[in-house]
Nanobody
């Protein structure tokens, strides 16, 4: 089992920046593919970004490319999502997710992730 806890959400103006953090505990974190998803009430959860175990491979949704950066620090068992130039369309609850340690490939499919955090709210106001 892997437990995930997000932090760093909040209210920011259009064009501003936020950094989300997700700290993992429980089973080993360093082998897990990690990802961020987001969800607006009444809509499906959507992929934002993912990173492999080493941090050398990443993937992003088209809507956030060039604005968001995913990174991880395996020594701290933490994955980050740096969000710059935020837009009102980025308003959502952001969830940290992890694949089981045996699944080494990045996927954008929500069903491909085995562990989830409770989410952190991000509100972008104009």
């Amino acid at each position: 089992q892997v437990q995930l806890e997000e932090s760093g959400g909040g209210l920011v103006q259009t064009g501003g920046s936020l950094r989300l953090s997700c700290e993992a505990s429980g089973r080993t974190f360093n082998d897990n593919v990690m990802a961020w998803f987001r969800q607006v009430s009444g809509k499906e959860r959507e992929f934002v970004a993912a990173i492999n175990w080493s941090g050398r491979t990443t993937d992003y949704a088209d809507s956030v490319k060039g604005r968001f950066t995913i990174a991880r620090d395996n020594n701290k068992h933490t994955v980050y999502l740096q969000m710059n130039n935020l837009e009102s369309e980025d308003t959502a609850r952001y969830y940290c997710a992890a694949r089981d340690w045996a699944k080494l490939e990045i996927t954008t499919d929500v069903s491909g992730y085995d562990y989830w955090g409770q989410g952190a709210p991000v509100t972008v106001s104009s």
